[in-house]
Nanobody
Framework: QVQLVESGGGLVQAGGSLRLSCAASGSIFSINDMGWYRQAPGKQRELVAVISSGGGTNYVDSVKGRFTISRDNAKNTVYLQMNSLKAEDTAVYYC???????????????WGQGTQVTVSS
């Protein structure tokens, strides 16, 4: 079993910054992609940013140039630095980790519990 614990959410004014962290623990030999998703009220969950084990990154267009995803493989931790925050960034942010499962033969997706980010305009 793998557990993901997120931290760093909160309330911030528009134009401000927050840094989210997500630490994975448990039976982990390796982690492939790690990412951040968000879900605003009344909307579907969307991918915000993803980072591969080798450091390759991808972002949704709406956060490019403002958000930066990074990871520390030694600590099994992924970060999301969010700058120039806007009211439309308000959402619950979820951490995701794709962990190879030797029995299943493919990656199994694990999720954090979510952390609220609220940006006041």
């Amino acid at each position: 079993q793998v557990q993901l614990v997120e931290s760093g959410g909160g309330l911030v004014q528009a134009g401000g910054s927050l840094r989210l962290s997500c630490a994975a623990s448990g039976s982990i030999f390796s982690i492939n992609d790690m990412g951040w998703y968000r879900q605003a009220p009344g909307k579907q969950r969307e991918l915000v940013a993803v980072i591969s084990s080798g450091g390759g990154t991808n972002y949704v267009d709406s956060v490019k140039g403002r958000f930066t995803i990074s990871r520390d493989n030694a600590k099994n931790t992924v970060y999301l630095q969010m700058n120039s925050l806007k009211a439309e960034d308000t959402a619950v942010y979820y951490c995701n980790a794709a962990v190879p499962d030797q029995i299943l033969g493919y990656d199994y997706d694990y999720w954090g519990q979510g952390t609220q980010v609220t940006v006041s305009s």
